[in-house]
């Protein structure tokens, strides 16, 4: 039987184009904020990292902009390749004593070769 | 290698029958947790320790047992697996009291409950 969709924001981009992807968080009091990639049958892993004190960071082709006004987090993808094709999770904590990573529900990347 | 080591992979069981996920770290690691990742609900703590012998609940759970006898390692329990349990299982890990809170995940273990 059909499973529940997935109801993933979608993206869908051409090899060596630029990708967007965006987040949009909960806590204003979050003070670091993680990009992860999640490969079918795998788990995720870490891309790149910003904290609250910056607003953007640069990693290998990809680049992550912070903006604490509107609690938003874009990953930007620089001449994408198919073996960026993946689900893109958001993922802030917010302290505390649980150290707790709140991830948002993910964005599809599909590069079309 | 720096890994985060969960065992099985995958699992058929039925309603009712005890069943335990391991983990294993091997980063020296204090900070451990487990999540259930669902379609349309994404990434969602069950329970999390912060150090040996010290554990606590996360967002979901009811259902769930952990222990943390030893730093390495953070067992998933299941005492009497529902169908409502069905879902992929992530075991994380972090270097807690660093700067870095990233987690470093596993692989994942896909349950079916039938």
């Known amino acids: 039987g059909e499973s529940v969709g997935l109801h993933l924001p979608t993206l869908s981009v051409q090899e060596g184009d630029n990708s967007i992807i965006n987040c949009a968080y909960s806590?204003?009091?979050?003070?670091?904020f993680i990009w992860y990639k999640q490969e079918s049958g795998k788990g995720p892993q870490f891309i790149i990292d910003?904290?609250?004190?910056?607003d953007k960071r640069q990693g290998q082709r990809v680049t992550v902009l912070l903006n604490k006004t509107v609690k938003h987090l874009s990953l930007q993808i620089a001449a994408t390749q198919p073996g960026d094709s993946a689900v893109y999770f958001c993922a802030e904590n917010s302290g505390g004593s649980n150290y707790k990573l709140t991830f948002g529900k993910g964005t599809l990347l599909t590069v079309n070769p | 290698e720096a890994q985060v080591t969960q065992n099985p992979r995958y699992l058929i069981t039925v309603t009712g029958k005890k069943l335990t996920v391991t983990c294993s770290q091997n980063m020296n690691h204090e900070y451990m947790s487990w999540y259930r990742q669902d379609p349309g609900l994404g990434l969602r703590q069950i329970y999390y320790s912060m150090n040996v012998e010290v554990t606590d609940k996360g967002d979901v759970p009811e259902g769930y047992k952990v222990s943390r006898k030893e730093k390495r390692n953070f067992p998933l329990i299941l005492e009497s697996p529902s169908p409502n349990q069905t879902s992929l299982y992530f075991c994380a890990s972090s270097l807690f009291g660093s700067s870095d809170y990233g987690y470093t995940f596993g692989s994942g273990t896909r349950l079916t409950v039938v």
């Open positions: 806590n204003s009091a979050s003070d670091y």
């Open positions: 910003i904290r609250s004190n910056m």
